[in-house]
T-cell receptor
């Protein structure tokens, strides 16, 4: 039973560098979500995909953030010109894609921007 | 306004006792879903239980049950027979549906409740 996987699990970078995270959803799931979680807070929605189409984006997703899901399978989240305020846990989730389906989360990528 | 409110930053319970974690929500959609997730210190969000707004009965999953009071807009999680491994952060979340009947994607989360189970 393969769940949602994310890589890397941890990333330390210097301010101004670009970083890219990868998410592999559960294989039969066609919806994929990205969330960001800062210390002491619940996750906040960033964006989601239905297959390869990006259907919804949060205002939190500034121009420095871009997400793709080119073949409707794995997804990447890129942050350009990182800032210290980008330090957070980035969580990916997937769901089947119809009805009131449950979102299943990956282990997350912890980003620290120095 | 907050869509999900969890008023208990921390809760303590003795092993084998029951504990209730509070959650209230705010929505004007007639159709919505309520979720509880557990987040251990490792960081992964683990799905526990789901309640649909039209479900007539409270959801149960093993030792977890959801006390759904629609008129009061509350969806409290009850954990029976607490175990040491239940110590974690617990999040309540909601997903709304559009007025066209299709579900929107995002989950709204509360700030969480840190549960500590002591022997």
């Amino acid at each position: 039973d393969t769940g949602v996987s994310q890589n890397p699990r941890h990333k330390i970078t210097k301010r101004g560098q670009n970083v890219t995270f990868r998410c592999d959803p559960i294989s039969e799931h066609n919806r994929l979500y990205w969330y960001r979680q800062t210390l002491g807070q619940g996750p906040e929605f960033l964006t989601y995909f239905q297959n390869e189409a990006q259907l919804e984006k949060s205002r939190l997703l500034s121009d420095r953030f871009s997400a793709e899901r080119p073949k409707g399978s794995f997804s990447t989240l890129e942050i350009q010109r990182t800032e210290q305020g980008d330090s957070a846990m980035y969580l990916c989730a997937s769901s089947l894609g119809s009805g009131q389906e449950t979102q299943y989360f990956g282990p997350g990528t912890r980003l620290l921007v120095l | 306004a907050q869509k999900i409110t969890q008023t208990q930053p921390g809760m303590f319970v003795q092993e084998k006792e029951a504990v209730t974690l509070d959650c209230t929500y705010d929505t004007s959609d007639p159709s919505y879903g309520l979720f509880w997730y557990k987040q251990p210190s490792s960081g992964e969000m683990i799905f526990l239980i789901y309640q649909g707004s039209y479900d007539q009965q409270n959801a149960t999953e093993g030792r977890y049950s959801l006390n759904f009071q629609k008129a009061r807009k509350s969806a409290n999680l009850v954990i029976s027979a607490s175990q040491l491994g239940d110590s974690a952060m617990y999040f309540c979340a909601m997903r709304e549906s559009s007025d066209r009947g299709s579900t929107l994607g995002r989950l709204y989360f509360g700030r969480g409740t840190q549960l500590t189970v002591w022997p």
